[in-house]
């Protein structure tokens, strides 16, 4: 009796302690869920995470709350979200720098943009926008051509070296020969102060971050590099202006690498119900984004696709960090 009680006790501790499996987590989510932003409170990466957390929050019954960790134009808080705990109650979101062209510039980044994730899905996409000062003698690529030739390099901003603002921008120089100065900001929210408080006069921005700008009159855009957005439909592409470049960039949700499979489907559902909601669809657009889900397995493979198209890229705009 007593080697009967003593061999269920060892059990029963051993049931208790033992790792969990992917099948305890049909409860998920049972507590708190944080979005860690790799971008500055106030920029449009922090503004969709913060609608995206609200409505998925809702449907997932529990609050997602967020962490900004900003730094080396989004790679420091994407490391992070790499290394966190892989059960789905660290969530991320990632643009076009931190997972497609940092793992095509950075002669070493301390995460892969590939095996280190689950992607979650994609969230929509937009374009980059090339804004100045409305004192800015130019209001399009051919009159920044034509002041480019008379002086010294322009400068311009964006939130980084290696991101995508700053790809734009040497693209639009190799390709236009427009002569530009990069100048490289802690964020996009940073820049855009900058730019509104008129001490610099040129920026690459992201459509999120600068659609309310423009449309309110206080900043002006000279031209869309990744495609002309139905938000800002009277703003020419750098291809409708003659420079032969476009390609699309997206916005997608990440979890650390092996999250249980339950999970993922939890997080792609609730966010695949945020982005067709009218009410968010609405929003993402006047912040120049087009809602557009595509399921995680997906865009994994079009993101692995778009780090080899992209490496070209920073070879011909001679962008690489070491």
Same mark, same amino acid.
């Given at each position: 009796?007593?080697?009967?009680?003593?061999?269920?006790?060892?059990?029963?501790?051993?049931?208790?302690?033992?790792?969990?499996?992917?099948?305890?987590?049909?409860?998920?989510?049972?507590?708190?869920?944080?979005?860690?932003?790799?971008? %500055? =409170?106030?920029?449009?990466? $922090?503004?969709? &995470?913060?609608?995206?957390?609200?409505? *998925?929050?809702?449907?997932?019954?529990? #609050?997602?709350?967020?962490?900004?960790?900003?730094?080396?134009?989004?790679?420091?808080?994407?490391?992070?979200?790499?290394?966190?705990?892989?059960?789905?109650?660290?969530?991320?979101?990632?643009?076009?720098?931190?997972?497609?062209?940092?793992?095509?510039?950075?002669?070493?980044?301390?995460?892969?943009?590939?095996?280190?994730?689950?992607?979650?899905?994609?969230?929509?996409?937009?374009?980059?926008?090339?804004?100045?000062?409305?004192?800015?003698?130019?209001?399009?690529?051919?009159?920044?051509?034509?002041?480019?030739?008379?002086?010294?390099?322009?400068?311009?901003?964006?939130?980084?070296?290696?991101?995508?603002?700053?790809?734009?921008?040497?693209?639009?120089?190799?390709?236009?020969?427009?002569?530009?100065?990069?100048?490289?900001?802690?964020? %996009? =929210?940073?820049?855009?102060? $900058?730019?509104? &408080?008129?001490?610099?006069?040129?920026? *690459?921005?992201?459509?999120?971050?600068? #659609?309310?700008?423009?449309?309110?009159?206080?900043?002006?855009?000279?031209?869309?590099?990744?495609?002309?957005?139905?938000?800002?439909?009277?703003?020419?592409?750098?291809?409708?202006?003659?420079?032969?470049?476009?390609?699309?960039?997206?916005?997608?949700?990440?979890?650390?690498?092996?999250?249980?499979?339950?999970?993922?489907?939890?997080?792609?559902?609730?966010?695949?119900?945020?982005?067709?909601?009218?009410?968010?669809?609405?929003?993402?657009?006047?912040?120049?984004?087009?809602?557009?889900?595509?399921?995680?397995?997906?865009?994994?493979?079009?993101?692995?696709?778009?780090?080899?198209?992209?490496?070209?890229?920073?070879?011909?705009?001679?962008?690489?960090?070491?």
């Amino acid at each position: 009796m007593k080697f009967r009680t003593m061999m269920l006790s060892l059990l029963t501790l051993a049931l208790v302690t033992m790792p969990a499996r992917a099948d305890d987590a049909t409860d998920y989510p049972s507590r708190k869920i944080r979005m860690l932003l790799p971008f %500055a =409170a106030g920029g449009g990466g $922090d503004v969709i &995470g913060r609608l995206l957390a609200d409505k *998925m929050g809702k449907r997932l019954g529990q #609050t997602i709350f967020i962490e900004n960790r900003t730094g080396a134009a989004g790679t420091i808080g994407t490391q992070q979200a790499a290394t966190s705990p892989a059960d789905g109650y660290t969530i991320t979101i990632g643009g076009m720098t931190t997972h497609v062209l940092a793992p095509a510039s950075y002669a070493s980044l301390p995460y892969d943009a590939i095996k280190d994730f689950t992607t979650i899905g994609r969230i929509g996409t937009s374009s980059i926008l090339l804004v100045a000062t409305n004192d800015f003698a130019a209001d399009d690529l051919r009159g920044l051509t034509e002041i480019s030739k008379k002086g010294d390099p322009i400068l311009y901003g964006s939130w980084g070296v290696g991101s995508t603002g700053h790809f734009c921008g040497e693209i639009l120089s190799q390709k236009a020969g427009v002569r530009l100065e990069h100048v490289p900001f802690s964020g %996009a =929210a940073k820049l855009a102060n $900058d730019l509104l &408080g008129g001490h610099i006069k040129l920026g *690459m921005l992201d459509m999120a971050t600068a #659609t309310p700008f423009v449309k309110d009159g206080k900043l002006k855009a000279l031209a869309a590099c990744g495609g002309r957005s139905p938000s800002l439909p009277q703003v020419g592409s750098y291809k409708d202006q003659g420079v032969d470049f476009e390609r699309s960039l997206s916005w997608v949700m990440y979890a650390p690498a092996g999250i249980p499979d339950i999970v993922a489907r939890k997080l792609s559902t609730a966010l695949k119900e945020a982005v067709d909601d009218p009410e968010i669809v609405e929003k993402l657009l006047a912040l120049g984004v087009t809602a557009d889900f595509v399921p995680g397995d997906q865009q994994r493979d079009i993101n692995a696709r778009d780090i080899e198209a992209w490496k070209k890229v920073a070879v011909e705009a001679k962008i690489e960090i070491k």
